[in-house]
């Protein structure tokens, strides 16, 4: 069922979990990713997996930096 077509309740928080990363992964691990990421919320959380929601957001290297140093 697609997200959009999810029973909500008013009343119900709907987790949203954040991911940014460099690029690099394909569509398959995209998918594994975010079926992996929602069941552990899910386990550790008690939520149902049809509540939870996954962004992964591609940042550029370049935009990215660590120490103090860039990695683009």
Same mark, same amino acid.
């Given at each position: 069922?697609?997200? &959009?077509?999810?029973? $909500? &309740?008013?009343?119900?928080?709907?987790? !949203?979990?954040?991911?940014?990363?460099?690029?690099? !992964?394909? %569509?398959?691990? *995209? *998918?594994? /990713?975010?079926?992996?990421? $929602? +069941?552990?919320?899910?386990?550790?959380?008690? +939520?149902?997996?049809?509540?939870? =929601? /996954? $962004?992964?957001?591609? /940042?550029?290297?370049?935009? =990215?930096? %660590?120490?103090?140093?860039? !990695?683009?």
């Amino acid at each position: 069922m697609p997200a &959009r077509d999810l029973p $909500t &309740r008013q009343n119900e928080r709907m987790p !949203l979990i954040q991911i940014s990363q460099t690029p690099g !992964l394909t %569509v398959e691990q *995209r *998918r594994a /990713v975010i079926a992996s990421v $929602t +069941k552990a919320y899910a386990d550790a959380s008690g +939520k149902p997996e049809s509540s939870i =929601w /996954v $962004t992964l957001t591609d /940042v550029p290297r370049e935009n =990215w930096g %660590v120490g103090g140093t860039p !990695l683009g």
